[in-house]
């Protein structure tokens, strides 16, 4: 994969024709948004949607979300524009935002995995703005790594994690918001939230009132609203140990990271505190702030894969409503099985 140096705030515009072309020409590109990179393609080729589901290694039915420069492109792009989009779209286009709607006629199901739905974003890049701009049809882009690992927010860790799958990656530095978009769906008779990301969903509710959660909406929608909500994700190499505050928790970590040491293992942890008395070779102090935390937590674990760590010990993060993200994809890095 070829790396092309843009800056992240003015790309010149031949470092974007050099994307788009490729695009045109049927070809994978890794371009950065302000959440995460995307390993891109033109959502309108089949050819190209088959190449994003074999890099990954995705599952034909996870689906796939459709990028687009503007409101107006969303619209074209969607078959039906309820007025909650429209108002939502006002509201944080371009931004990480992404609605499930239903699927335009001219996008091929492969890029949904077979559903009705497509998910479709503005995001909120100059990048992938200019990028996006420059082709007539929208980009389908997943996360920039392979199933079920760490997403990248540098241009690195898609290097590291696809190597020869793209033609190339824009390199425009680390992404600003450090995790994945909020995905809303309005396909269904209420906006129901399918994954907690950048945007707080505190803010959407000012917009569209309160959001149902797939539990609450079970029988509503569809049996699996969202099919890449049930996989283990964002895991880096090592296990990943989700602590909690009480002492008697702490103490049995304390234990498994003796054990680990022991038996020769490489210990990491994301601390929100010191951690005394309990051996780790690479501690990562972490920012007690939900932007900030977020901003750091792909490039900690992939750093933390790099040193060959086996064990990852994590702090929990606060239960208020804005950590919702951080906690969401945490949880889901330590998930086993
Ligand atoms: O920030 C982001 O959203 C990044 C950047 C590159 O835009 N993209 C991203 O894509 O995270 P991906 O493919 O890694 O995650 C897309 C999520 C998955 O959980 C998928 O199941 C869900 O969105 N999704 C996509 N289309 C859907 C649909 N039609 N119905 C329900 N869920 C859908
Ligand atoms: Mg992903």
């Not at 089949?46 to 190449?51: G, S």
């Not at 107006?72 to 371009?94: I, K, M, N, V, Y």
Request: glycine residues 10%; contains cysteine; aromatic residues 4%.
């Amino acid at each position: 994969m070829e790396r092309i140096v843009v800056d992240p705030l003015e790309p010149s515009c031949e470092a974007l024709e050099r994307g788009a072309a490729a695009l045109r020409a049927g070809r994978l590109v890794a371009f950065p948004t302000e959440t995460v990179y995307g390993l891109g393609g033109n959502a309108l080729d089949r050819d190209a949607v088959a190449l994003i589901y074999a890099a990954k290694g995705r599952a034909a039915t996870n689906p796939l979300i459709l990028h687009v420069p503007d409101l107006e492109s969303a619209r074209r792009w969607t078959g039906e524009w309820p007025d909650a989009a429209q108002r939502l779209g006002e509201a944080f286009w371009p931004g990480p935002l992404t609605l499930v709607l239903r699927r335009h006629p001219d996008v091929p199901e492969e890029v949904s995995g077979g559903l009705p739905t497509a998910a479709i974003r503005v995001p909120a890049h100059p990048v992938a703005t200019g990028l996006l701009r420059r082709v007539d049809f929208p980009v389908a882009a997943p996360s920039a790594n392979p199933a079920g690992k760490v997403s990248p927010t540098t241009a690195d860790h898609v290097l590291k994690g696809l190597e020869h799958r793209a033609a190339l990656v824009l390199d425009g530095g680390a992404t600003p918001r450090g995790i994945e978009s909020t995905v809303v769906s309005l396909a269904g008779e209420r906006p129901l939230l399918l994954r907690p990301g950048a945007l707080p969903a505190s803010e959407i509710q000012v917009i569209v009132g309160p959001l149902d959660r797939p539990a609450a909406a079970a029988g509503l929608h569809e049996a699996a609203p969202s099919p890449g909500m049930h996989e283990r994700h964002y895991a880096p190499h090592g296990e990943v140990l989700l602590m909690d505050w009480d002492p008697h928790e702490r103490e049995r970590v304390a234990a498994l990271a003796r054990e680990e040491v022991q038996a020769g293992g490489q210990v990491g942890a994301l601390l929100l505190r010191p951690l005394p008395g309990v051996p780790v070779h690479h501690p990562i102090p972490m920012p007690d702030d939900p932007l900030a935390y977020a901003r750091l937590l792909y490039a900690s674990l992939h750093g933390l894969d790099d040193l060959g760590c086996d064990l990852i010990l994590v702090d929990p993060p606060s239960r208020d409503p804005a950590w919702d993200g951080v906690r969401d994809r945490l949880t889901r890095a330590a998930r086993r099985g």
